[in-house]
């Protein structure tokens, strides 16, 4: 199986975007050690994590504490050991692809994405509202057709302001 794993972190000095090699991290505690260590100064840490085209799962601490996890599809748990690791403790969904139309969104009506109904986002959909990325445009952008994790990954990132230096994590 395939992983991308970036950290993206904003402290005083702006965005920094840095890959973690999560293949030995053994639990969650390891996985938010790593996260915590890519940038000591953080006020805020994400980490996007990609596998195989076909899962995303994100993981937010704000100043090194109270951590927050979303994932794309629950079935990454069940697929992956990484998967299990990052998100086998959550135990809560999140909102229904079903709810995507109720809430308020930035798109029109026409022009939002139709929903695969095969996914089944996990967690805390909500962990990037007040980065500007509601839930709901999420979990539109979760069950988009087409759409890859680092698509997902791209376009979060453009909106929260760090897009730039998750481009440069990438080509390099």
């Excluded at 748990?77 to 990052?86: A, D, M, N, Y």
């Excluded at 939002?112 to 980065?131: K, V």
Aim: with cysteine; charged share 35%.
């Amino acid at each position: 199986m395939s992983i991308f794993a970036a950290a993206v972190a904003r402290s005083k000095h702006g965005w920094t975007a840095t890959e973690l090699d999560l293949s030995g991290l053994a639990d969650i505690d390891e996985v938010v050690d790593a996260l915590r260590d890519a940038e000591p100064d953080a006020g805020l840490a994400l980490l996007f994590v990609e596998s195989d085209d076909e899962y995303l799962s994100i993981l937010r601490l704000d100043e090194g504490e109270d951590l927050r996890v979303f994932g794309s599809d629950s079935a990454f748990v069940e697929e992956s050991r990484i998967g299990s690791v990052l998100l086998g403790e959550v135990e809560t969904p999140a909102l229904g692809v079903d709810d995507l139309s109720a809430g308020e969104d930035d798109e029109d009506e026409e022009d939002r994405p139709a929903a695969d109904p095969d996914a089944d986002p996990i967690g805390d959909a909500e962990l990037l509202n007040d980065l500007g990325v509601s839930s709901q445009r999420l979990l539109a952008l979760c069950g988009m057709e087409g759409m890859l994790p680092s698509d997902i990954t791209a376009e979060i990132c453009q909106r929260i302001g760090c897009g730039d230096e998750m481009e440069e994590l990438r080509e390099a």
